[in-house]
């Protein structure tokens, strides 16, 4: 049985990529910045081993994942959003969001490679980043969260390139998903921007949860280096 640790785990996307591949049969390892209670009950739902850090910091990951033990795959899925123009946005804001949503990848990553198995070219590891469509876009309001996911489309492709033949390294960015925190922050923008996909509605996560099960499994062998946009045809209306 593969084990996949699943970062950002106990909501929205990311907890529906832990479901799916629990139904799938991969051993998961889910992740919180803490252990909250929605955390616990996906747990227990799916039996799957817990593990907590920040991603903002290094010291916490590398405590975490010290004990953590070989592992096969990596789905980053933790993330955050600051949605400020330029003019309000502070160095810290700055700071926290390219902490979690790229540095703090990064180092993890990094440390992944330390403990993972052992891949060949005939049976690769795999690493998926979430990105968004917001990094391959100007958007207004969302300048550092935008910034750091067109810098994490760019790692994904120099880290495939990277560890091949032995790790395949793919993103994936959706666009509208249907998520607690997208429901919460609802405007009439928003709305416009939804009004413009031509599938005329939002991603399901659990669309975003099927892509990602693409990329880890057999099917996609000669992929490596893209990031895959699940948008429901929005930028091409762009």
Known sequence: MKKVLITGSSRG??????KRLSRENYKIILHGKTQSKELLWLSDEIEADIITFDLANTREIDEAIENLGPVDILVNSAGINISKTFDKLELRDWSAVFDTNFFGL????KRFKQIMKQGTPESPLRIVNLSSIKGFSNSSGRLAYASSKAALNLFTAGLAKELAPNVLVNAVAPGFTITEMTQS??????E???ARIPLRRMAKPEE?????SFLIGPDSS?????????????????
């Open 208 to 212: 975003i949860a099927s892509v990602v």
């Open 106 to 109: 990064v180092h993890l990553c």
């Open 192 to 194: 416009a921007q939804v």
């Open 222 to 238: 000669y992929i490596t280096g893209q990031t895959i946009i699940v948008d429901g045809g929005y930028t091409v209306n762009d």
């Open 185 to 190: 922050t609802w405007t009439p923008r928003i």
């Open 13 to 18: 996307i990311g907890k529906e990529i832990a």
